[in-house]
């Protein structure tokens, strides 16, 4: 889809079709759809939409009565109305469309521009089914949104985003058969040679003469090599990276603390972490900006063996520090706690890592917020605003050292796991434990990845949180 700004009126616009918007208790503009809007009883809650043909006064044939609820309009009724429309318009065949202006409560017209490209652009992902009668049929070619301004910039910032977000989404969608750590390796190097970045893949050889035998304990049973990508993308000269770590575990079987069958197919999202941050690479590059970035990928595949790591194993992580594995399947902070060392290494200005890290964070917050935790305040605010702007959001959790003393171990300087209680900040406790030597922050995703169920599908999420934070840092 191309999108546009223009200063064209509604009415003058001769594609194929105009979109207008309608509020709870407030009057149409233009007296034909004011009219219409009343004879038809139209509620204009949000994402409502009434479909009228040869609109008087009006060029195109096509007129969508889009409802955005009462008036100031939120930013949430905003998206939903978005979402509700793209699928109108797919429905009606449409090829060029245009938008009325629109103002959205508590943010200005760049954020409009830039939400309205990003959130339609992300509709119109389609999962790739692996099938022999692969029909593609994206019809919508033009969306012009009409405005005063000339900001095309922030339309790229919109697309950029939901690019970023539509390869996050296709890696995350794959099965793990064809989504292993190899396949994630050979997506960096594809992104390497699009977008001119640096790519550097280390082999287990290379791991274990780093020490990462913490990492390396995960990957043991499994057949598919492990591998720790990393990506680097340089918009500004020698200033200290961003450097952004993604749990990439291509399938979590649990390992020998074998998880149950139930939705066990799910376990292929156990890398959504690592898709976020190739995908957030993705638009950062594509969207040039004055950053460096670093992306780090610690990627595996968990499963159970005779050579699989077994409870009660001692390893000794990349940092000194050794660890007992008291059950296999909390190996995501086994592996990053590896990346956190080893990213030491980029003198990090932030790190960052994103992770499906705990069932747990989904009981404290459901699937509409991510966890956030971090050793500086301030870096979680910027994290929390961030994912606000990107209606991307996340909720902050505690890390008193009350919850970090849960990770006492007889055998080793600490257990991987902490009990049953705040699971999710046990596990931030234990990554916090390798992220001493700078501004550190973690997303616990395994909520937001991707959702359950009949509309079963990756969400592409925290691609639009991580990326307005790189952007804000600028
Ligand atoms: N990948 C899972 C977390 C997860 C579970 C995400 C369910 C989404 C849905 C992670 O590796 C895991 O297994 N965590 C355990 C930790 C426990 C053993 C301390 C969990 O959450 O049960
Ligand atoms: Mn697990
Ligand atoms: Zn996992």
Redesign the pocket.
Known sequence: MEFSLTNQLMQHFDGDCAVVFAFCDSENKDLNIQAAVELNHFDAKAGNAMILNNVSGFKTNITVVLGLGELPVTAKNYQKALKSLYSKLKDLKVMSVMLEQVSIEGFDTSWVYRTTARVLQNEAYTIRKISSNNEESNLIESIAIQSGEANARELTIGLATANGMALARNLGDLPSNICTPSYLAETAKSLANEFGLECEILEGDDMHKLGMNSLLSVSKGSIEPPKLITLSYKGNGKSKPIVLIG?G?TF?S?GI?L?PGA?MD??K??MCGAASVLGTMRAVSEMKLKVNLVVVVPAVE?MPAHNASKPGDVVKSMSGQTIEIL?T?????LILCDALTYVEKFNPEVVIDT????????IALGKHHCGVMANNQELANDLISAGNKALDTAWQLPLDDEYDELLKSNFADMA???GREA?TV??ACFLARFAKKYRWAHLDI??T?WVSGKGKGSTGRPVPLLTQYVIDQI
Do not use: P, Q
């Not at 499906?356 to 964070?361: I, R």
């Open positions: 749990k575990v979590d649990g603390s998880k939705a799910e376990m999202y156990d968990n059950n399947d909390a190996e995501g902070r992770a499906t890290l705990t069932g747990a964070v989904i991987n796991i902490g699971g046990t596990a395994a909520g990845a």
